[in-house]
């Protein structure tokens, strides 16, 4: 079984920056797409940033320019770099790992989440 355990979280204010950081229990990078989402209350859980295949990443246009997914794999961490924090960023962030067997079965772990405030 895959573990992800998030931290970084807190208060912040407007502007400020923050960085999250989320620890795979086993050597996963390889098999497993990793990515960022958060939830604000009443709200779906949303894609934040993610590593697409090959080299590439994603991230949704609301927080382009602002916020930036990194990893090392040596340490099996990913981490979310958040800057010019607003007050619509706060929520609870996840990280997520996702891989599919060869009958399209999605095989998908969560951490259980790291609070994200940010004050006015």
């Known amino acids: 079984q895959v573990q992800l355990v998030e931290s970084g979280g807190g208060l912040v204010q407007a502007g400020g920056s923050l960085k999250l950081s989320c620890s795979a229990s086993?050597?996963?990078?390889?098999?497993?797409?990793m990515g960022w989402y958060r939830q604000a209350p009443g709200k779906q859980r949303e894609l934040v940033a993610s590593?697409?295949?090959?080299?590439?990443?994603n991230l949704a246009d609301s927080v382009k320019g602002r916020f930036t997914i990194s990893r090392d794999n040596a340490k099996n961490t990913v981490y979310l770099q958040m800057s010019s924090l607003k007050p619509e960023d706060t929520a609870v962030y996840y990280c997520?790992?996702?891989?599919?067997?060869?009958?399209?079965?999605?095989?998908?772990?969560w951490g259980q989440g790291t609070q994200v405030t940010v004050s006015s």
């Open positions: 086993t050597s996963i990078f390889s098999i497993y797409a």
């Open positions: 590593f697409t295949s090959g080299s590439g990443r």
């Open positions: 997520n790992a996702r891989r599919y067997s060869t009958d399209s079965t999605i095989y998908e772990y």
